[in-house]
Structures are given as C-alpha cells and as structure tokens.
C-alpha cells in the first residue's frame, strides 16, 4: 500500500532506522515462531510430532478430523464452538451497548466526579481473578447458573466492561468537540449525535475494542474451567480435552489449538479493515 | 423577528473565581451583523455560546427575538453555527453535511435537496455536492460550513472566528463575501473575532469585550473616533493609537513639549490634578522638520500609499515609542532627528482609563 511506505531518512539516522527495523524484524519471527510450529505439527502424525524437530514430512489433515469428531459423552468440537460463539457475541454486544454511553458520559459531557468513576471502573481489574473465585462459584451455585451460558455471559461482561469504558473513553476524546456541538445545534438528539457523529467517527476505535473484548472472552479459561466444567464449556476447555494421558497428543492438540485461533484470527482481520477505512476517514482540518 | 437580546448575562467557568462574560447587556437588532471582538481571555467566544445554548448561564437571561432562551436546548433556540475549525462531519459528503440539520428537523427530502441545491447555487459549491470534506480546500470548506448554516434558514447566525484559519487574502475576499451574504439575506448575525480590522470592516456596530466586561458598543466609526477608554482607544485601529501616560503635572508635557488643547477640554484638563493620558492616531500626529517635540526615526514602513513612521520621544526619562502616518513620499533617514506635530484630534483619558475629552491638541 502507498501509504505504508516508510518516510526516506538520510544520514547517519538511516542506519539506525535500518537496524531497528532489523530488530522488530527478529522480535517479530521469535513471537510468530511457536505458532508457526503449532500450525505445522497440526499437519503432522503424531510421530512426526513427536520425533526430533522436522521442517519436511507428509502433511495431513487427520489430526483436524480426529479433533472434531464426535466422541460420546465428551464435549464435542460442535457444542464448545456454539457455547463460545453464543458467550462471546452475546456478552461483547451487551458491553459495547453498556460502555458507549458511559464513555459518552465521561468523555463528551463529563459527569461530576467523572474521575472517581474512570477509577471505580479501573478499581474493579485490581483484585486476582483467583481470590474472587469461591464467592463468584457460590454465587453461581445459588442461583443456579453453574454450567450455563449465561453465567458465563454475566462475568464476561463484568471483565470486559471497565477495558471497554476506559479504551472508548479515550476514543471519544479525540472527536474535535465542536463536531458534537454542531450536531446538537443542527438540531441532532442524543441519538442523533451518537449515531451521525460520534459512532461513525470514533468507529476505529469502536472496533478496536469490541475486537480485544472479543479476544479477552473468547480465550478466558479460568472461570469457564471452574463453573462450566459439565455443560456450557467453551473452546478453551475443548482444547485442553484433547490432552489425555495415553499416548502421544502434540499434533492433535496443535490442530485443535489452531482451529481455537481462527475465529479470533478472522475477527482481527476484520476489525483491523475497519480500524484502517476509519482512520482513512481523516480529522476535521 | 430575530432580534437578540443579552440581560445582565454573566457565566462563570467552575474553578475560577472570575466570570468568563460579566453582566452583559448587548441589544442585536433584527438584521443586524454585530461584531464581538476582543483579546483572547475577552469573553467573546462564551458570550456567543452563551447564546447558542452551548454554555448555561449563572446569571441573566439570554433573548432570540421576543422568546427568551435561557433555558432553551441548542437545537430548540432556531440558530445556526459556524465553527472556527468549521465541524464539517467527515464522514457526510459537502450535500449530506448541508442537509444534516434540515435531515434532523424533519424537512421532506425533495424539499432538502432544494434547498442544498440553492444554497450551493449562492455559494459556488455545486461541482463539490458529492465529495467529503477532507477532499475539500480550507476555503471551499469555509464556504460548506457557511453553507450549512445558510440552508436552515434560522433567525439568527453565529459565527466564531470563521476566517481565521484561511489564508491572509482568502480572508479578506471572504470578509466581503459574507457581508453582502448577510445584507442579501437580510439575517442578524452574531461573529466573534479577535481581528480588529475584521470587526471594524464587518459589523454594522462592534462590541468590545475586555476580561469578560464589555467596554464599549458603537459604530466602527464611533470606536475610531471617540473610544470610551483607554483599552478601546488602544485596541481599535493599526496601528495602535499613540499613549502617553502624562501623569499629574501641569501644564501637561510631552517630552519638553507643551500640550495646549482647544475649548473646553483645556479648562477641564488644565484645572484637574488627576492623572492623566493623552492619545492620539498616528494620523494625528506628523513628522516635520522643526518642531517643539523632538524624536529619533526608528523604523520606515512605506505600504504605498501611506508610511507609518516609528519615531522615539524622550519623555520624562523614558524612551517612548510613537507612531505617525505620513503620505509619501517620505525622506526622513533612521536615526535622523526630526520634530513632531500634532494637527488632529487628541483625546484625554483620567486615571480611571475612561475618556474625558476629545479635541485639537498642539504642541508648543
């Protein structure tokens, strides 16, 4: 793309920049190496998988067809992918519907004491997941939403909800407020203002947050292992069935772990067009 | 009817002590363009958000033809805006940006695209309907904004600084261009600026704004001639008019120059002991060969067809820097010492700053 061509730098700044660029370069292929090899050993026998490193072997996609099929009693592919799908787009939406207008309330028209607020809502990330486990499964268990999705639903909205109020909060910032004031002397409501102004505009980053709350409920692992571990299991705990005590699981599990990827992958890929056609947009001036 | 009207207006910003606008009262009359202008600091632009409903008032009352709008939402009070950045909405097309409001309060579309036909007829933006701002330049997108304020038809326009950020001629030419728009359209419109030359070629009457209090309101020509005080005297016209702070003393002395003022104002200045201040425009002051006052040319600034010349005086140990307006050619050298005369209207402000007189003064 034209715009993605790095500004020409002459002198003794140039090597510098080709040397960092050299640098984020290696860090990059060091990050992107073990999922690489996942993908690989996904396409190998167990064998291959599990004998010295090999960069050429048969691939095959056995692996993929013994993760997904059916095997009674166990959770299958099927269900943990329809149990994730449902937790992830119901709670993510429920979140985004929340923390817009809170965003709206403590970036455009600030509320009193909105600082309080931001920190209340930040307040809440500060305690370890683990010590709030027991009173959250209590909890869970009385009103009988141990091994729903819906339990599920309600504490992944609860996590992701002070990111999503903090990241748009800061988003809505960044809208000139002149444009909010001319929507409202042209006559616009609230609604109005949200939806002809400040949600197309601030639609980079509407995405970009909607895609980490995605990414954030579609991995959690430790919640869904601790109250879904009979009905409503999601990916993460679909993966991790695939790691079994009697022989050789590597290739099986790389397969499985890649299929838990691809919908994260795919929701990225998304996001990102439409995080670049917003920032295409341009600012006011 | 549009008329407005500002009542002992007065907004205070939380956190501070000091009203950003300080018991206003201002009367707009129907199809009048005044002009609020100021220093930055000055209150203009609250002033005029105060009557656009996007800052509340503490005190007083705020009136749009015979309805008082206090309390009335933005959207409700029938005004239109022009922004200094011009909040055009990216994302609508220059056609979308201009139907926006009449979109918003419910206009039929045929009617819209009528009336955004029109106003693109009236302000040359017809080739641009379809494209986005960004794809705009700064002046056409000036003129989207004027646009959108124009097709809605409201009873009053509020401008804010809306030619600062073009270039020094496009502002000139769009200075005119939005004059003969308001007389053609016969609108009140409200402008904020801190242009003084802008004001003073704009507005049917000016209003000057100094730290929140409004210190004078009046024809361009009444604030030229005949300042209120001190600060207007000071603010209007460019280059500034001449003060020189002239103390308690009598008789009043620049410099070793005697000042002999005609009529009245002799008696009432000679008989008080307060201190005082004498103004005068550059063009009431003139360089000649001989005078009783001597200066120092500092610097020649030939325009064509004027030259102001900036001259020091050495006035009670002090070196104070005057300016005069000469029709050229002008020969004097820098450095050369030359005499000063003044052959127009000196004005005489009291230790309050206010003005006590205007009159001949000469120097002997």
Known sequence: MRGDRAPRVVGERRWVNVSFGALAWVVGLIFFFPVFWMVL????????????????????????????????????FGEAFTNSAVIVL???????????????????????????????????????????????????????LLNTRLGLIILYVGINLPLAVWMLRSFFQEIPRELVEAAEIDGAGLRG????????????GIAATALLCVIFAWNEFFYAVQLNPVHGSTVPIWVTTNVSTRGDFLAKLSAASVLACIPVVLAGWIAQKRMIRGLAMGAIK | MSAVKYEHATRTYEGSDVPAVDDLNLDVGDGELIVLVGPSGSGKTTALRMLAGLEPLDAGAVHIGEREVTNVRPR????????????????????????????????????????????ARILDLEPYLERKPRH?????????????AIVREPAVYLMDEPLSNLD??????????????????????????????EAMTMGDRVAVLKDGALQQVGAPGTLYHEPSNLFVAGFIGSPAMNLVPLGDGRPVRIGG?????????????????????????PEAVQVVADGPLRAEIRTVEDLGPEVFV???????????????????PFSGQLGESVGLELVGTTHVFGGDGSRIASTRGTLR
């Open chain 1, 41 to 76: 050993n996904s396409f190998k026998t167990e064998q291959d998988a599990n004998t010295s490193p090999k960069l050429f072997f048969h691939p095959t996609l056995d692996r993929y067809k013994d993760v997904t099929k059916s095997a009674g009693g166990l959770l299958s």
């Open chain 1, 90 to 144: 119901v709670s993510v939406t429920i979140v985004m519907l929340l923390a817009i207008p809170a965003a709206y309330a403590l970036a455009i028209r600030p509320v009193p004491k909105w600082r309080d607020v931001l920190f209340f809502f930040i307040s809440t990330k500060f305690l370890p997941i683990v010590a709030a486990i027991l009173p959250i499964w209590i909890l869970g268990r009385n009103l009988d």
């Open chain 1, 193 to 204: 203002q949200l939806t002809s102004v400040i949600l197309p505009i601030a639609a980079p």
């Open chain 2, 76 to 119: 409700d009070r029938d005004i239109a805006m022009v922004f200094q950045n011009y909040a055009l909405y990216p994302q609508l097309s220059v056609a979308e940006n201009m139907a926006f409001a009449l979109k918003q309060h419910g206009v039929p579309k045929e009617q819209r695209l009528a009336r955004v036909r029109e106003t």
């Open chain 2, 136 to 148: 705009l330049s700064g002046g056409q997108r000036q003129r989207v904004a004027m646009g959108r």
């Open chain 2, 168 to 197: 020094a001629k496009l502002r000139v030419q769009t200075r005119t261009e939005v004059v003969e728009l308001q007389t053609r359209l016969g609108v009140t419109m409200v402008y904020v600026t801190h242009d003084q030359v």
């Open chain 2, 257 to 281: 120059a005697e000042v002999v003022f005609d009529g009245q104002a002799a008696a009432s200045v000679s008989n008080g002991s307060a201190d005082i201040t004498v103004g005068f425009r």
């Open chain 2, 310 to 328: 900036h001259v020091t005086v050495d006035h009670r140990g002090d070196s104070v820097s005057l300016v005069s307006k000469m029709a050229p």
